[in-house]
C-alpha cells in the first residue's frame, strides 16, 4: 500500500481550516488541500487527486452529506475515502454516516496533535478493508462515540 500523502480537509470554518493545516502539514508531513465549501472540494479535487478526504458534515450551501455523495459520483473520487469530521457524533448520527458509506468519522474537536495519526489509520484500514467507524484507537475512549 502506498504511503498516504495527499489530504483534502473541507470545512467553511476558517479558523479549523487553519488548524487542520498545522495539524496535517506543518505537523503531519502531507501535502493538504484546504476547501471552505463543497463546491470548492468538488472543483478541486480532480486535480488534486485526495488520497483521503477528511469533511465537515455541517457547512451552509452544500453540506458534507451532498458533498459525499457528489464527491463518491466522480470518476476520480469514487473510490477515495472520505471520513466525516462532525460534531454529531452520537451513535445514530455515526451509524448513518457509516451506512452512506463513509470510511469513518472523526469527532469535533479533533485533537490537532492526533488528526493525521487518525486520517494515517483510517486511510490504511480502508486500504487494507477494515474500517475502524471513529478515527479513535480506543473504543472505550471519550472521543470513540460509540
Request: glycine fraction near 8%; charged fraction near 20%; aromatic fraction near 6%.
Amino acid at each position: 500500500m502506498p504511503a498516504l500523502s495527499r489530504i483534502m480537509y473541507v470545512d467553511d470554518d476558517p479558523d479549523l481550516r487553519a488548524i487542520a493545516e498545522i495539524s496535517l502539514r506543518d505537523l503531519g508531513g502531507f501535502t493538504v488541500e484546504l476547501c471552505g465549501s463543497g463546491e470548492e472540494a468538488l472543483q478541486k479535487a480532480d486535480e488534486f487527486k485526495p488520497q483521503i478526504v477528511l469533511l465537515d458534515v455541517m457547512m451552509p450551501g452544500m453540506d458534507g452529506i451532498e458533498t459525499f455523495k457528489r464527491l463518491q459520483d466522480m470518476p476520480p473520487t469514487a473510490e477515495t475515502p472520505i471520513v466525516f469530521v462532525s460534531a454529531k457524533v452520537q451513535s445514530h448520527e455515526v451509524h448513518a454516516y457509516l451506512a452512506l458509506g463513509a470510511a469513518g468519522v472523526i469527532p469535533k474537536p479533533f485533537d490537532p496533535l492526533l488528526l493525521g495519526e487518525q486520517a494515517q489509520r483510517l486511510w490504511s484500514e480502508y486500504c487494507e478493508g477494515f474500517t475502524n467507524p471513529t478515527g479513535s484507537a480506543d473504543p472505550g475512549s471519550p472521543a470513540h462515540p460509540l
